[in-house]
C-alpha cells in the first residue's frame, strides 16, 4: 500500500477479490453496467458519492487512505481564528492516525529508510506517540 500515490481503483479491486463478490451483483448495487464497473478498477480516483457506495457494499472505509495522506503529507496547521470568527471553518482538533498510517510509518522504521527522529521531524507525529507505536510492535 502506498499512502503518498493512493490508486483506489486498485485497492478496491483487492477488497472485492477478497470477498469473492460477483460483478453482476456490483453493478446492480452502484447501478452502473458490469463495463462501467470493471473500469473503475483502472481509475485513480472516484467520485466520492460511488466511493461511499463501494465503502457501504464492501463493508470498508475506503476514505481512511486519504484521511492518512493527509496526516502524512498535508498536517493540520494551527489556523484557529484565521477564518475570522465562529463557525466559518471546520477544524479538527485531533489527528487520528489510522492502522494503515501506523504500518507506513512502522515499516519505514524498521526496513532503515527513516530514523524515528527523522519520522518525527518529517510527519510532525510526537515522540511520544511514535514511541508507544514502537513499543507496542
Not at 472485492?16 to 451483483?25: D, K, S, Y
Request: charged share 30%; glycine share 4%; hydrophobic share 40%.
Amino acid at each position: 500500500m502506498n499512502i503518498k500515490n493512493i490508486h483506489i481503483g486498485n485497492l478496491i479491486r483487492a477488497k472485492v477479490e477478497e470477498h469473492q463478490i460477483p460483478i453482476e451483483r456490483i453493478s446492480r448495487f452502484l447501478d452502473r453496467t458490469e463495463y462501467e464497473t470493471e473500469m473503475m478498477y483502472h481509475s485513480k480516483s472516484i467520485d466520492t458519492d460511488v466511493l461511499l457506495k463501494w465503502c457501504k457494499l464492501l463493508k470498508f472505509d475506503f476514505f481512511r487512505f486519504y484521511t492518512g495522506h493527509l496526516i502524512l503529507y498535508a498536517p493540520q496547521a494551527k489556523i484557529d481564528n484565521i477564518a475570522g470568527g465562529k463557525g466559518n471553518t471546520m477544524i479538527f482538533r485531533k489527528n487520528i492516525y489510522t492502522q494503515e498510517v501506523k504500518d507506513f510509518i512502522l515499516e519505514k522504521i524498521e526496513s532503515g529508510a527513516m530514523t524515528a527522529n527523522e519520522v518525527v521531524e518529517r510527519y510532525k507525529i510526537p515522540k511520544t506517540t511514535l514511541y508507544k507505536w514502537i513499543k507496542k510492535v
